[in-house]
């Protein structure tokens, strides 16, 4: 690991940053199979097949450049970085003549993030936070041989952003906020993987898989009171299914009637702080709900299919600390969700 920066003058710096990972597996043991209900898995000595498993590389590199007092104050900070990943795992009697799979993925991406404050009145101050993510991940999960088992899928996403911050009265605190990711996942056309049962060995069409997703968020939080600051809060969030187990189970020409839709989760909290001499205290209860999952469900052929079936997860939080002096808190928490 290493990282350096430079200040050019008193607005502006330079920052890169680069980490290496590395790690490898040897062991006198391998896994003997137990059977569901009776015995189970344990490690037992033996010879291991194949190449030793673990993450052969795994570069990150990343470049920032911060520019302060711009134009109406405006601060600014631009940022390129890079990955470079590559996994082995365990071998395999699944695939026929057996195997090992691994993971070979290259991002990169860029980030344009500025922040711009305003004050209307002496009252009324905040600033907006606005910007642009991009990123583009080309990933597959070949075997050590060569063989494909996930072809290489290039994903590219484009993503503005915008969050606002406004103090009021100096005391009520409020945020809104607004992101539109862009996907895009371009599939080549490839042979599946024939298996140790014989199945597969079907040739796939590949295609272009996309969607957009509109994520907003805002929350209110009153801040006078030292011994009650309540808060609620409304935010959501995206994931979408795993592509490549999906992918790899394809036949003809299932890529283009795959349901990529992404799968939006809204969150909603509400809770309070307290300070009240040495003790602190903090309490909050939150529900996070979607309409669509994305779990993946394998049919009797072994072909994944998507399964949209809502969810819906809720709970609670407490967090109590005890300053008994300057150098010796003590705090405990709490939580439960359902």
Not at 109 to 117: A, I, S, V, Y
Not at 235 to 248: E, K
Not at 254 to 275: K, R, S, W
Request: hydrophobic share 35%.
């Amino acid at each position: 690991f290493a990282k350096v920066g430079y200040y050019l003058n008193s607005n502006n710096r330079v920052e890169a940053m680069y980490n290496y990972f590395g790690s490898q597996q040897e062991t006198d043991y391998v896994m003997q199979i137990g059977k569901y209900g009776e015995t189970p898995t344990i490690g037992v000595k033996g010879e291991m097949q194949g190449k030793p498993e673990g993450t052969k590389y795994n570069h990150n590199a990343q470049f920032r450049y911060i520019a302060k007092n711009l134009p109406v104050n405006t601060d600014l900070e631009a940022s390129a970085y890079l990955q470079s990943f590559y996994t082995v795992y365990g071998y395999s009697d699944f695939f026929q003549n057996g195997g090992q799979s691994t993971i070979k993925s290259a991002k990169k991406g860029l980030r344009l993030n500025l922040n711009t404050p305003f004050n209307i009145s002496q009252n009324v101050e905040g600033n907006i936070i606005y910007g642009v993510d991009y990123l583009n991940d080309i990933t597959s999960q070949p075997l050590v041989d060569g063989r494909t088992w996930v072809p290489e899928m290039d994903l590219r996403n484009l993503a503005p952003y915008a969050q606002l911050q406004l103090n009021l009265l100096k005391h009520l605190n409020f945020k809104a906020g607004y992101r539109f990711d862009n996907v895009v996942v371009n599939v080549d056309d490839f042979q599946q993987l024939v298996v140790a049962s014989g199945a597969g060995g079907d040739y796939v069409e590949g295609g272009k898989l996309k969607f957009n997703a509109n994520t907003f968020n805002t929350g209110l939080r009153y801040s006078k009171l030292d011994y009650f600051k309540p808060f609620v809060s409304y935010s959501q969030g995206f994931s979408m299914i795993d592509v490549g187990r999906y992918v790899r189970s394809a036949t003809e020409d299932f890529l283009l009637q795959m349901d990529l839709e992404p799968v939006i989760v809204n969150n909603y909290e509400a809770g309070f702080h307290t300070h009240a001499g040495i003790v602190s205290f903090s309490g909050a209860y939150f529900i996070s709900t979607s309409k669509l999952g994305a779990n993946l469900i394998a049919n009797a052929d072994g072909v994944y299919e998507i399964e949209r079936a809502p969810e819906r997860v809720a709970g609670f939080e407490a967090l109590v600390d005890f300053f008994i002096s300057e150098k010796l808190p003590i705090g405990a928490n709490v939580s439960y969700s359902e």
